[in-house]
């Protein structure tokens, strides 16, 4: 019954219109008052927070909300690979056969998730999953250091990416709208895979002026010209509400930290290595 709710409901519709509501400029009573009672539900950590809550104007201002630097130190050893979000982990383990998993028995297409021509950069490698709730911080980060030369926008639904949406619903994260973004590494390429969710009202990048929930259907492989260079946990993009991020590696480039699923990550905590 919830599945066929859902699949009835308007949810890119939806979502853009909770886009649009979160951006509209509230008294700063009625602001301060939505934000502490959205805390106190979803038990957000207020006191990670940089900007003071009455210096916010509108709703999403506090959906990115940017934290204290010293708070989510970037790891320095060479060759690290850090969590780009706050989340937790969700899955990972070796592309085979060119499918990942989405949860105990569902598998989905690497070729679906970041097209054919994407695909076998990444074919026999790794992946890793990383889901961020409603309570985590929102802002994106590069895992390692490396050059930007072009990305991806997939337009799609914006299925849930909950527990529910993710044993539910088939091939989901290749369902929902995402852009791919390669990062061109000292050892390899990362591919970061930003995926939509219902009441994602934009998925932003910081290296172009596109952005997710546009009312249109496309997909586009974009260059960026001149290219980008970023450091090991630079910001490079931002979720409104929560969402999921997709890290993809090379055959034989990565070598994972001890974790397992479930395990709460965040940005700049170490999740792996690279392999020369």
């Known amino acids: ?20 509501l979160s951006d509209i400029e509230l008294p700063r009573p009625v602001l301060s008052s939505l934000i502490q009672l959205y805390s106190q539900i979803y038990k957000v950590k207020l006191y990670e927070m940089k900007p003071a809550i009455g210096s916010l104007k509108t709703f999403n201002d506090f959906f990115t909300r940017e934290l204290r630097p010293e ?6 050893t060479p060759g690290s690979v850090i969590s780009p979000v706050d989340g937790k982990i969700a899955e990972f383990g070796k592309i085979e056969q060119g499918l990942l998993v989405q949860a105990k028995g569902i598998l989905y297409s690497l070729s679906d998730l970041v097209g ?18 409603p309570a985590d911080y929102h802002r994106i980060h590069l895992p390692i250091s490396g050059k930007i030369r072009n990305f991806s926008y997939i337009s799609g639904n914006l299925w849930p990416v909950n527990n529910f ?4 619903i ?22 970061l ?21 546009s009312n249109r259907t496309t997909q586009l492989n974009l260059p960026i010209v001149p290219e980008r ?6 910001e490079i993009g931002r979720f409104q509400l929560g969402s999921t991020v997709i890290l993809l590696f090379e055959k034989n480039k990565f070598k994972p930290a001890d974790i397992l699923p479930g395990t709460p990550v965040k940005v700049g905590q170490i999740i792996g290595s690279m392999k020369n």
């Open 1 to 20: 019954m919830r599945y066929l709710l859902l699949r009835l409901l308007p949810k890119n519709l939806l979502s853009r219109i909770a886009g649009m």
């Open 116 to 133: 054919e021509k994407s695909a076998p950069i990444f074919q026999d490698g790794y992946f890793l999953t990383i889901y961020l709730s």
């Open 170 to 191: 088939g091939g989901l994260f290749s369902l929902n709208e995402r852009i791919i973004t390669p990062i061109e590494g000292e050892h390899g390429v990362v591919g």
């Open 229 to 234: 260079v970023y450091h090991k946990g630079d």
């Open 165 to 168: 949406g993710v044993r539910q």
């Open 193 to 213: 895979v930003k995926v939509g969710a219902t009441i994602v009202g934009k998925i932003k990048v910081d290296y172009s002026d596109l952005s997710s929930n």
């Open 71 to 76: 708070l989510r130190p970037i790891d320095p």
